[in-house]
């Protein structure tokens, strides 16, 4: 990852090989494969729809703004500048909020990977499943507690051993698979690569993808370190969303070509199929070190997260956004009771794996309210891009999408429509999975993107003014 200066500023940038892996470490994760895979060769019309739609309009936007307000703070700071304290301090919230309805997900990837590899006969127990998703998250947040000096070479290190190495491997194992002669359990005819539109119900794993290809706007606070980021900006993106889309689409189709889509597990879909093509091929002894692998991965991605949207929250003391008691840092600078509150919320939601059907629409349900908070964020930002073409229009932007208003209004617009598509969409209950009881299924995404979403506002409401004396206090 190198870094080098500009010869005429001396300021250091950030190369594109730099700005590619940061954004592919950011969207890449090997779990969603089976949830894209259910589509088989559909999914990737589907792919194409999100990229266009959503992850271009996020790219241009993010870069925009990035670039024109550089300091830290990101969403928090563009949301402010547009609509005042309160929206920016709700914007930074629905950001960090989402990855805590993230975590029990990714992590029940790790507890089925797992017991696959040494215990399969609990590979589907909610117990289980509990158990691991409250120890790990609970011992990672201790961890934290010490300081993130190795935080990012460990993250690092996962994506590639845990993430792109194994991505690539099953895809290699498919490609070996079909050309000498294995069976697929899909076909790859035009008529198979449009989606089935007879029922809303077929589509609505489409909103899952929104979160897939979701962060942008994480790396988009690099953008003003970036040399050139007129042209290598946006080329860093691209490839960006090239590797990801790619390690995405043919490992998905890997997972469909040896598991019939009405038969992958959301959760353990992966393995499963890694298991397929290993012991097809007379090497099945390096299922345990995949396995091990791909967990590593999983984790590594949830420490990078477990912190850092914290840390990005905690910025807002700057204005006197939290209470007292969300301000406290130990002597390393961690905002502990923060981490603390977000592991409490974490355990809250995690019991969701005791009250599903199974493992799989637990793991869904998780990821549609997940969903569902991040696309407020993401709506709050485009609306504010717009916002500040107005308001702000002569802040110098390193990155500015063309024409003064018709540029910003035609890639924001696109970005709104689709995220708020994705956001009813996943209302739905999707045809591919039992749900059980259909109002437990609404009740939980009403009524815990409403609690999500009061939270903010009610802290916000309660705001005092020594609130600001001791966050400066704290920092001096």
């Known amino acids: 990852m190198e870094v080098s200066k500009d010869p005429k500023t ?3 940038v950030i190369s594109i090989f730099m700005l590619v892996m940061l954004n592919v470490s950011i969207m890449a994760s090997l779990r969603n494969l089976p ?20 992850l271009l309009p996020c790219a241009l936007v993010s870069a925009e703004l990035a670039t024109g307000w550089p300091k830290s703070g990101g969403i928090y700071t563009w949301v402010r500048e547009a609509f005042g304290d309160t929206w920016g301090f709700f914007a930074i919230w629905m950001q960090w909020i989402h990855n ?17 590899v040494f215990y399969p006969s609990i590979e589907s127990s909610k117990i289980y499943i509990l158990c691991v998703v409250l120890i790990s998250f609970w011992g990672m947040t201790i961890l934290n507690f010490y300081g993130i000096k190795t935080s990012a070479w460990f993250s690092t290190l996962g994506v590639i051993a845990g993430t792109i190495l194994p991505g690539v491997f099953l895809i290699l194992l498919a490609i070996i698979w079909t050309s000498t002669g294995g069976t697929s359990q899909i076909s790859f005819g035009f008529s198979e690569f449009i989606p089935d539109f007879s029922s809303i119900h077929n589509l609505v794993f489409l909103g899952g993808l929104f979160l897939a290809f979701a962060g942008l706007e994480v790396s988009a606070g690099y953008a003003s370190e970036v040399k050139n980021p007129q042209k290598n900006y946006p080329k860093g993106i691209i490839y960006a969303a090239m590797i990801t889309f790619f ?4 490992g998905s189709l890997a997972v469909a070509i040896v598991i019939p889509t ?33 967990s590593f991965g999983a984790i590594a991605e949830v420490n990078a997260w477990i912190i850092g949207p914290v840390k990005a929250l905690y910025t807002t003391t700057e204005h006197g956004n939290l209470p007292p008691y969300f301000q406290a840092t130990n002597d390393k600078n961690v905002p502990v009771n923060l981490l603390v509150f977000q592991a409490i919320i974490i355990t809250i939601f995690s019991l969701v794996f005791t009250l599903m059907p199974n493992i799989s629409s637990a793991y869904w349900i998780l990821t549609a309210l997940s969903t569902q908070l991040y696309l407020v964020m993401y709506i709050m930002m485009f609306m504010a891009a717009i916002r500040l073409r107005y ?4 802040i110098p932007r390193a990155y500015k999408i063309p024409h003064p208003h018709k540029g910003i209004w035609l890639v924001a617009s696109m970005g709104i429509i689709a995220s708020l598509f994705a956001f009813f969409l996943v209302f739905i209950p999707p045809a591919q999975l039992e749900i059980g009881n259909i109002y437990v299924y609404e009740g939980f995404l009403i009524v815990g993107l409403l609690f999500m979403c009061a939270i903010p506002l009610i802290i916000h409401s309660f705001k005092k003014p020594s609130w600001q004396q001791l966050s400066t206090d704290s920092s001096d």
């Open 10 to 12: 001396g300021k250091r």
């Open 35 to 54: 949830l894209v895979a259910t589509y088989g060769f559909s999914a990737l019309f589907l792919f194409i729809i999100v990229g266009i739609f959503f």
């Open 100 to 116: 805590v309805t993230w975590f029990p997900a990714i992590l029940s990837f790790v507890a089925t990977t797992l017991a696959l």
């Open 247 to 250: 390690l995405f689409m043919l």
């Open 262 to 294: 009405d038969h992958i597990n959301l959760v353990a879909g992966l393995m499963e199929a890694l298991k397929i093509f290993l012991n097809k091929f007379n090497i099945g002894f390096l299922l345990p070190l995949l396995g091990v692998l791909l």
């Open 391 to 394: 308001s702000h229009p002569k």
